[in-house]
């Protein structure tokens, strides 16, 4: 059974920095695509950043020079350095294993960054 569990959330003011895991469990880690998402109040799913199963990354015009996407294959999970948050980085993020159409979901994890 395949799990992603992400964990880091809470509440920041802006300028503060948080950073989140995503532990998996239950495939073969390395081998996946990882990517975050976010979902704003109210707002559509956003895709932040990915790191691909050769360690490539992608981000977001919103988030680039801010957020850092990184995965640790030993580890089997994959962490998301967020810098410099601003309000408008506020919301729930989740990660996402991909492969060849197969998608596995964390839980979500919220992040809250005050004015």
């Known amino acids: 059974q395949v799990q992603l569990v992400e964990s880091g959330g809470g509440l920041v003011q802006a300028g503060g920095s948080l950073r989140l ?8 880690f390395g081998s996946y695509a990882m990517r ?4 704003a109040p109210g707002k559509e799913l956003e895709l932040v950043a ?8 992608n981000y977001a015009d919103s988030v680039k020079g801010r957020f850092t996407n990184s995965r640790d294959n030993a580890a089997n999970t994959v962490y998301l350095q967020m810098n410099s948050l601003k309000p408008e980085d506020t919301a729930v993020y989740y990660c996402k294993a991909a492969k060849w159409g ?3 979901w964390g839980q979500g994890t919220q ?3 005050s004015s």
């Open 21 to 28: 895991s995503c532990a998996a469990s239950g495939l073969t």
């Open 36 to 39: 975050w998402y976010r979902q």
């Open 50 to 57: 990915v790191v691909s199963d050769d360690g490539g990354t």
């Open 102 to 104: 197969y998608n596995y």
């Open 111 to 113: 992040v809250i960054v």
